[in-house]
């Protein structure tokens, strides 16, 4: 049994069911001890842990990013210092990128923004067959 259950308190923990019937189960935080048990009548063992059961993003500003797709519809030429917007919560990214024969190319962050995470997708204003990938934030 587990000696540092308590009932109505909260743990972040590991709770796997003994009998084997449920498996594991993970949760975060992990539920208070069973109505009226205490640790000495509990069904459940814990695993003490301070770690996260699932990895946070890391939130930061674009370090490197890569065009995703690059079919533009702007006449050749670059195109300096766009706009872009994000399904999620970075904000104030701006590209600078080269059209040529419709295609994209050369890109570069003028303003890295905020709050960006690795893989958010932005589309460029004005120009929304042109994507960019986040690839790493600082």
């Known amino acids: 049994m587990a000696?540092?259950?308590?009932?109505?308190?909260?743990?972040?923990?590991t709770v796997t069911n003994k009998t084997g019937k449920a498996g594991s189960v993970s949760q975060n935080p992990a539920p208070p001890v069973e109505a009226g048990n205490n640790s000495a009548k509990s069904a459940y063992t814990t695993v003490s842990s301070t770690a996260p059961l699932v990895s946070m993003p890391t939130f930061g500003s674009i370090a490197t990013a890569s065009l995703t797709t690059s079919v533009?519809?702007?006449?050749d030429g670059t195109q300096t210092a766009v706009a872009t917007t994000v399904?999620?919560?970075g904000t104030g990214a701006t590209?600078?990128?080269?059209?040529a024969?419709?295609?994209?190319?050369?890109l570069s962050i003028v303003s890295a923004g905020t709050n960006y995470v690795v893989g958010d997708v932005l589309t460029v204003v004005g120009d929304t067959s042109v994507t960019v990938t986040v690839n790493s934030v600082a």
């Not at 533009?72 to 006449?75: I, R, W």
């Not at 024969?101 to 050369?106: H, V």
């Open 95 to 99: 590209v600078t990128y080269t059209v």
């Open 3 to 13: 000696s540092n259950l308590n009932a109505g308190v909260g743990q972040h923990a």
């Open 72 to 75: 533009s519809t702007k006449a």
């Open 101 to 106: 024969s419709s295609s994209a190319s050369n």
């Open 87 to 89: 399904v999620g919560s």
